[in-house]
């Protein structure tokens, strides 16, 4: 089975990939806490496709959340569903400028998203093979 990495950048591509986690979890019956609380089986078939399992039973999307504005970070993590995030895979002032996706060329995002993949505890250190990202990049909301 296919996993994905989830990233979501800038102010709009972290309000709609929040928006995205909070209808997904709706759907697999996961709660802001990251606990189980459907009713049917076929919620957890394929829910390793989006989050990884805690030791503590607790599902984590598999997701790095990245702006330049802490601001940003913790507009999500204040949000209903900012608990289900780990705290590490919050991204923040790593470019020095002002609109991310207006300056950012694409070697600075090849750059960013090569120091994504390594950080300690991203979301890809949890693969043997890394093949699929899903990644919000929109330049306006």
Sequence with gaps: MREIVHIQA?????QIGT?????????HGID???????????????ISVYYNESSSQKYVP?????????GTMDSVRSGPFGQLFRPDNFIFDMFRQTHIF????WSQLYILFS??????GS?????EN??????WLPHSC
């Design 130 to 135: 890394l093949s699929i990202s899903q990644l």
């Design 123 to 127: 979301p890809a250190t949890y693969f």
């Design 115 to 120: 120091t994504l993949v390594s950080l300690p």
């Design 10 to 14: 800038g102010q709009c591509g972290n």
């Design 62 to 70: 598999r997701a790095a959340l990245v702006d330049l504005e802490p």
């Design 102 to 105: 207006t300056y950012i060329q």
């Design 19 to 27: 928006k995205f986690w909070e209808v997904i979890s709706d759907e």
């Design 32 to 46: 802001p806490a990251g606990g189980y609380v459907g009713d049917s089986a076929l919620q957890l078939e394929r």
